[in-house]
């Protein structure tokens, strides 16, 4: 070792240097990832003020068990004898209990897993939710209001660009421009004529000059009917249990993070559970 040393000079000691800074570097890079993700993790239970993201977190760490076994076990919902309901996403199913007792179960699909990345637009990453979340609110024949990744996933599709519509804004649109008026995204010819370019529809998109148009939140062109099939279980931020008008997608991790049912499931599925019953998801 001497020999190589003396014999190499500056060149091995700089090698050496190098190796071990490039080490402490990469230690100290998966550190600060480390604690970015608790602190963006953090931040979003704050933001939300929801204890269940917190339990997730400390889930992540070590610091509780990630198991349903475990968490049923200690489950209020089952000590009081309560319904609840239980969602695998290895086994795509649904169960709703009542203490042992299954009252209800159905095959269903989960999220997908998958990232998306829209540049300045954001990113996203399509997963269902772990731990311990409550039915929230109900909904019959539930509308759905697309979140912008909706738009980039389309755009991505058909290979066109995208651009947001702001309330008032007006953007060209052949012998017109595509604007808000009242609620609705509207094509206004240079004529004066005005048409309602009506509901959101999946697939069918507002496109002007090689485009996808964003409509703002609040018009009617971002509002889908029959996506979320006709009843959903919300389960806040987002989230939720609820039907779907792709029935063949049932069984699988395809969804962006709901738990979707087939229709027929989810309205046998509908009365019998109460706003406030506790939903269990591993």
């Avoid at 309560?82 to 290895?90: K, L, R």
């Avoid at 409550?134 to 539930?142: I, M, R, S, T, Y």
Wanted: proline content about 5%.
């Amino acid at each position: 070792m001497n020999r190589i040393l003396s014999y190499g000079g500056k060149t091995v000691w700089a090698l050496i240097l190098g190796f071990i800074v490039a080490a402490v570097l990469s230690v100290m890079l998966l550190t600060r990832t480390a604690e970015l993700r608790y602190q963006r993790d953090v931040n979003r239970m704050v933001y939300n003020d929801n204890l269940d993201v917190l339990n997730q977190v400390k889930a992540k760490l070590g610091m509780t068990g990630d198991s349903l076994r475990a968490l049923m076990t200690e489950s209020p919902a089952e000590a009081a004898n309560q319904p609840y309901i239980v969602v695998s996403m290895a086994d795509h199913r649904l169960w709703y209990k009542k203490g042992k007792e299954v009252l209800f179960e159905a095959p269903v699909a989960t999220g997908s897993g998958k990232e998306l990345v829209g540049g300045s637009a954001g990113q996203w990453r399509f997963e269902t939710p772990r731990g311990r979340l409550v039915v929230k609110a109900k909904d019959e024949n539930p509308a759905w209001v697309p979140p912008d990744w909706h738009y980039v996933e389309q755009a991505r599709k058909k290979g066109l660009g995208l651009v947001h519509l702001s309330p008032g804004e007006a953007i060209p649109a052949g012998d017109g421009v595509i604007t808000t008026q009242n609620g609705e995204v509207v094509k206004r010819y240079s004529n004066g004529q005005t048409v309602s370019l009506g509901e959101g529809k999946e697939g069918h998109e507002i496109v002007a000059g090689g485009n996808i148009i964003i409509p703002p939140y609040g018009t009617s062109a971002r509002r889908y009917m029959g996506v979320l099939g006709t009843r959903r279980l919300d389960l806040g931020d987002g989230y939720g249990i609820h039907g779907t008008d792709e029935p063949e997608s049932i069984g699988h991790s395809v969804s962006h993070g709901c738990v979707r049912m087939l229709n027929e499931d989810v309205e046998k599925l509908y009365p019998m559970v109460a706003v406030g019953t506790p939903v269990y998801i591993y």
